[in-house]
């Protein structure tokens, strides 16, 4: 199956550590690395890390990301109320000549 | 600063064609690649293409091969996405981005209402 795939929704406690996955192949994640963005419904994505796991500027340290072969994972510490969001993994897929995007998993902070 | 902005929002009647513009600011258009993404109603986000703005080449989704033309002016540093033979289906939010390894500036989204 192409793309990347992501858990529908994780749940945390306000405070917790919450740890995103995003599994691919080698023709994507594992390829040059998948990005991650925060989507908050009436608001455009917001890139948190590029896929050299590179914060952009103005990106809080409690956003990081990393990858072990295929899969790469977004770790988010102290979590607060505002984390609350659906969460893409994105990647360059060798294949397919095409951006792949997960399908995106929910983050609820309780 | 980096700026996308976007056209208004549209309604269209199935079959008919939609064209979203894509103005750049604060950086050097030709340098970067814009990707068009959509997310309908409770879905995802979804790649429909990326042209390079300098020298115009493109590359489509399979999924739109055929029914999309991304073009752009750099007079202007704007980019167009046409999208036709439109359906409910193609009802969504679209959205251009810039990749500089990654989709880091987006522009605000343009709603398409694709409806009898």
């Known amino acids: 199956q192409a793309g990347l795939t992501q858990p529908p929704s994780v749940s945390k406690d306000l405070r917790q550590t919450a740890t995103l996955t995003c599994t691919g192949n080698?023709?994507?994640?594992?390829?040059?690395?998948a990005a991650w963005l925060q989507h908050h419904r009436g608001h455009p994505p917001k890139l948190l890390s590029d896929r050299n796991n590179n914060r952009p500027s103005g990106i809080s340290e409690r956003f990081s990301a990393s990858r072990s072969g295929n899969t790469a994972s977004l770790t988010i510490t102290g979590l607060q109320p505002e984390d609350e969001a659906d969460y893409y993994c994105?990647?360059?897929?060798?294949?397919?000549?095409?951006?792949?995007f997960g399908g995106g998993t929910k983050l609820t902070v309780l | 600063q980096v700026q996308l902005v976007q056209s208004g929002a549209e309604v269209k009647k199935p079959g008919a064609s939609v064209k979203v513009s894509c103005k750049a600011s604060g950086y050097t258009f030709s340098s970067y690649f814009i990707h068009w993404v959509r997310q309908a109603p409770g879905q995802g986000l979804e790649w429909m293409g990326v042209i390079n703005p300098s020298g115009s080449s493109t590359t489509y989704s399979q999924k739109f091969q055929g029914r999309v033309t991304m073009t752009r002016d750099t007079s202007t540093s704007t980019v167009y996405m046409e999208l036709g033979s439109l359906t409910s289906e193609d009802t969504a939010v679209y959205y251009c981005?810039?990749?500089?390894?990654?989709?880091?500036?987006w522009g605000q989204g343009t709603l398409v209402t694709v409806s009898s």
């Open positions: 981005a810039r990749e500089a390894s990654a989709h880091d500036y």
């Open positions: 994105s990647a360059w897929d060798s294949s397919l000549s095409a951006w792949v």
């Open positions: 080698s023709n994507n994640a594992g390829y040059q690395g």
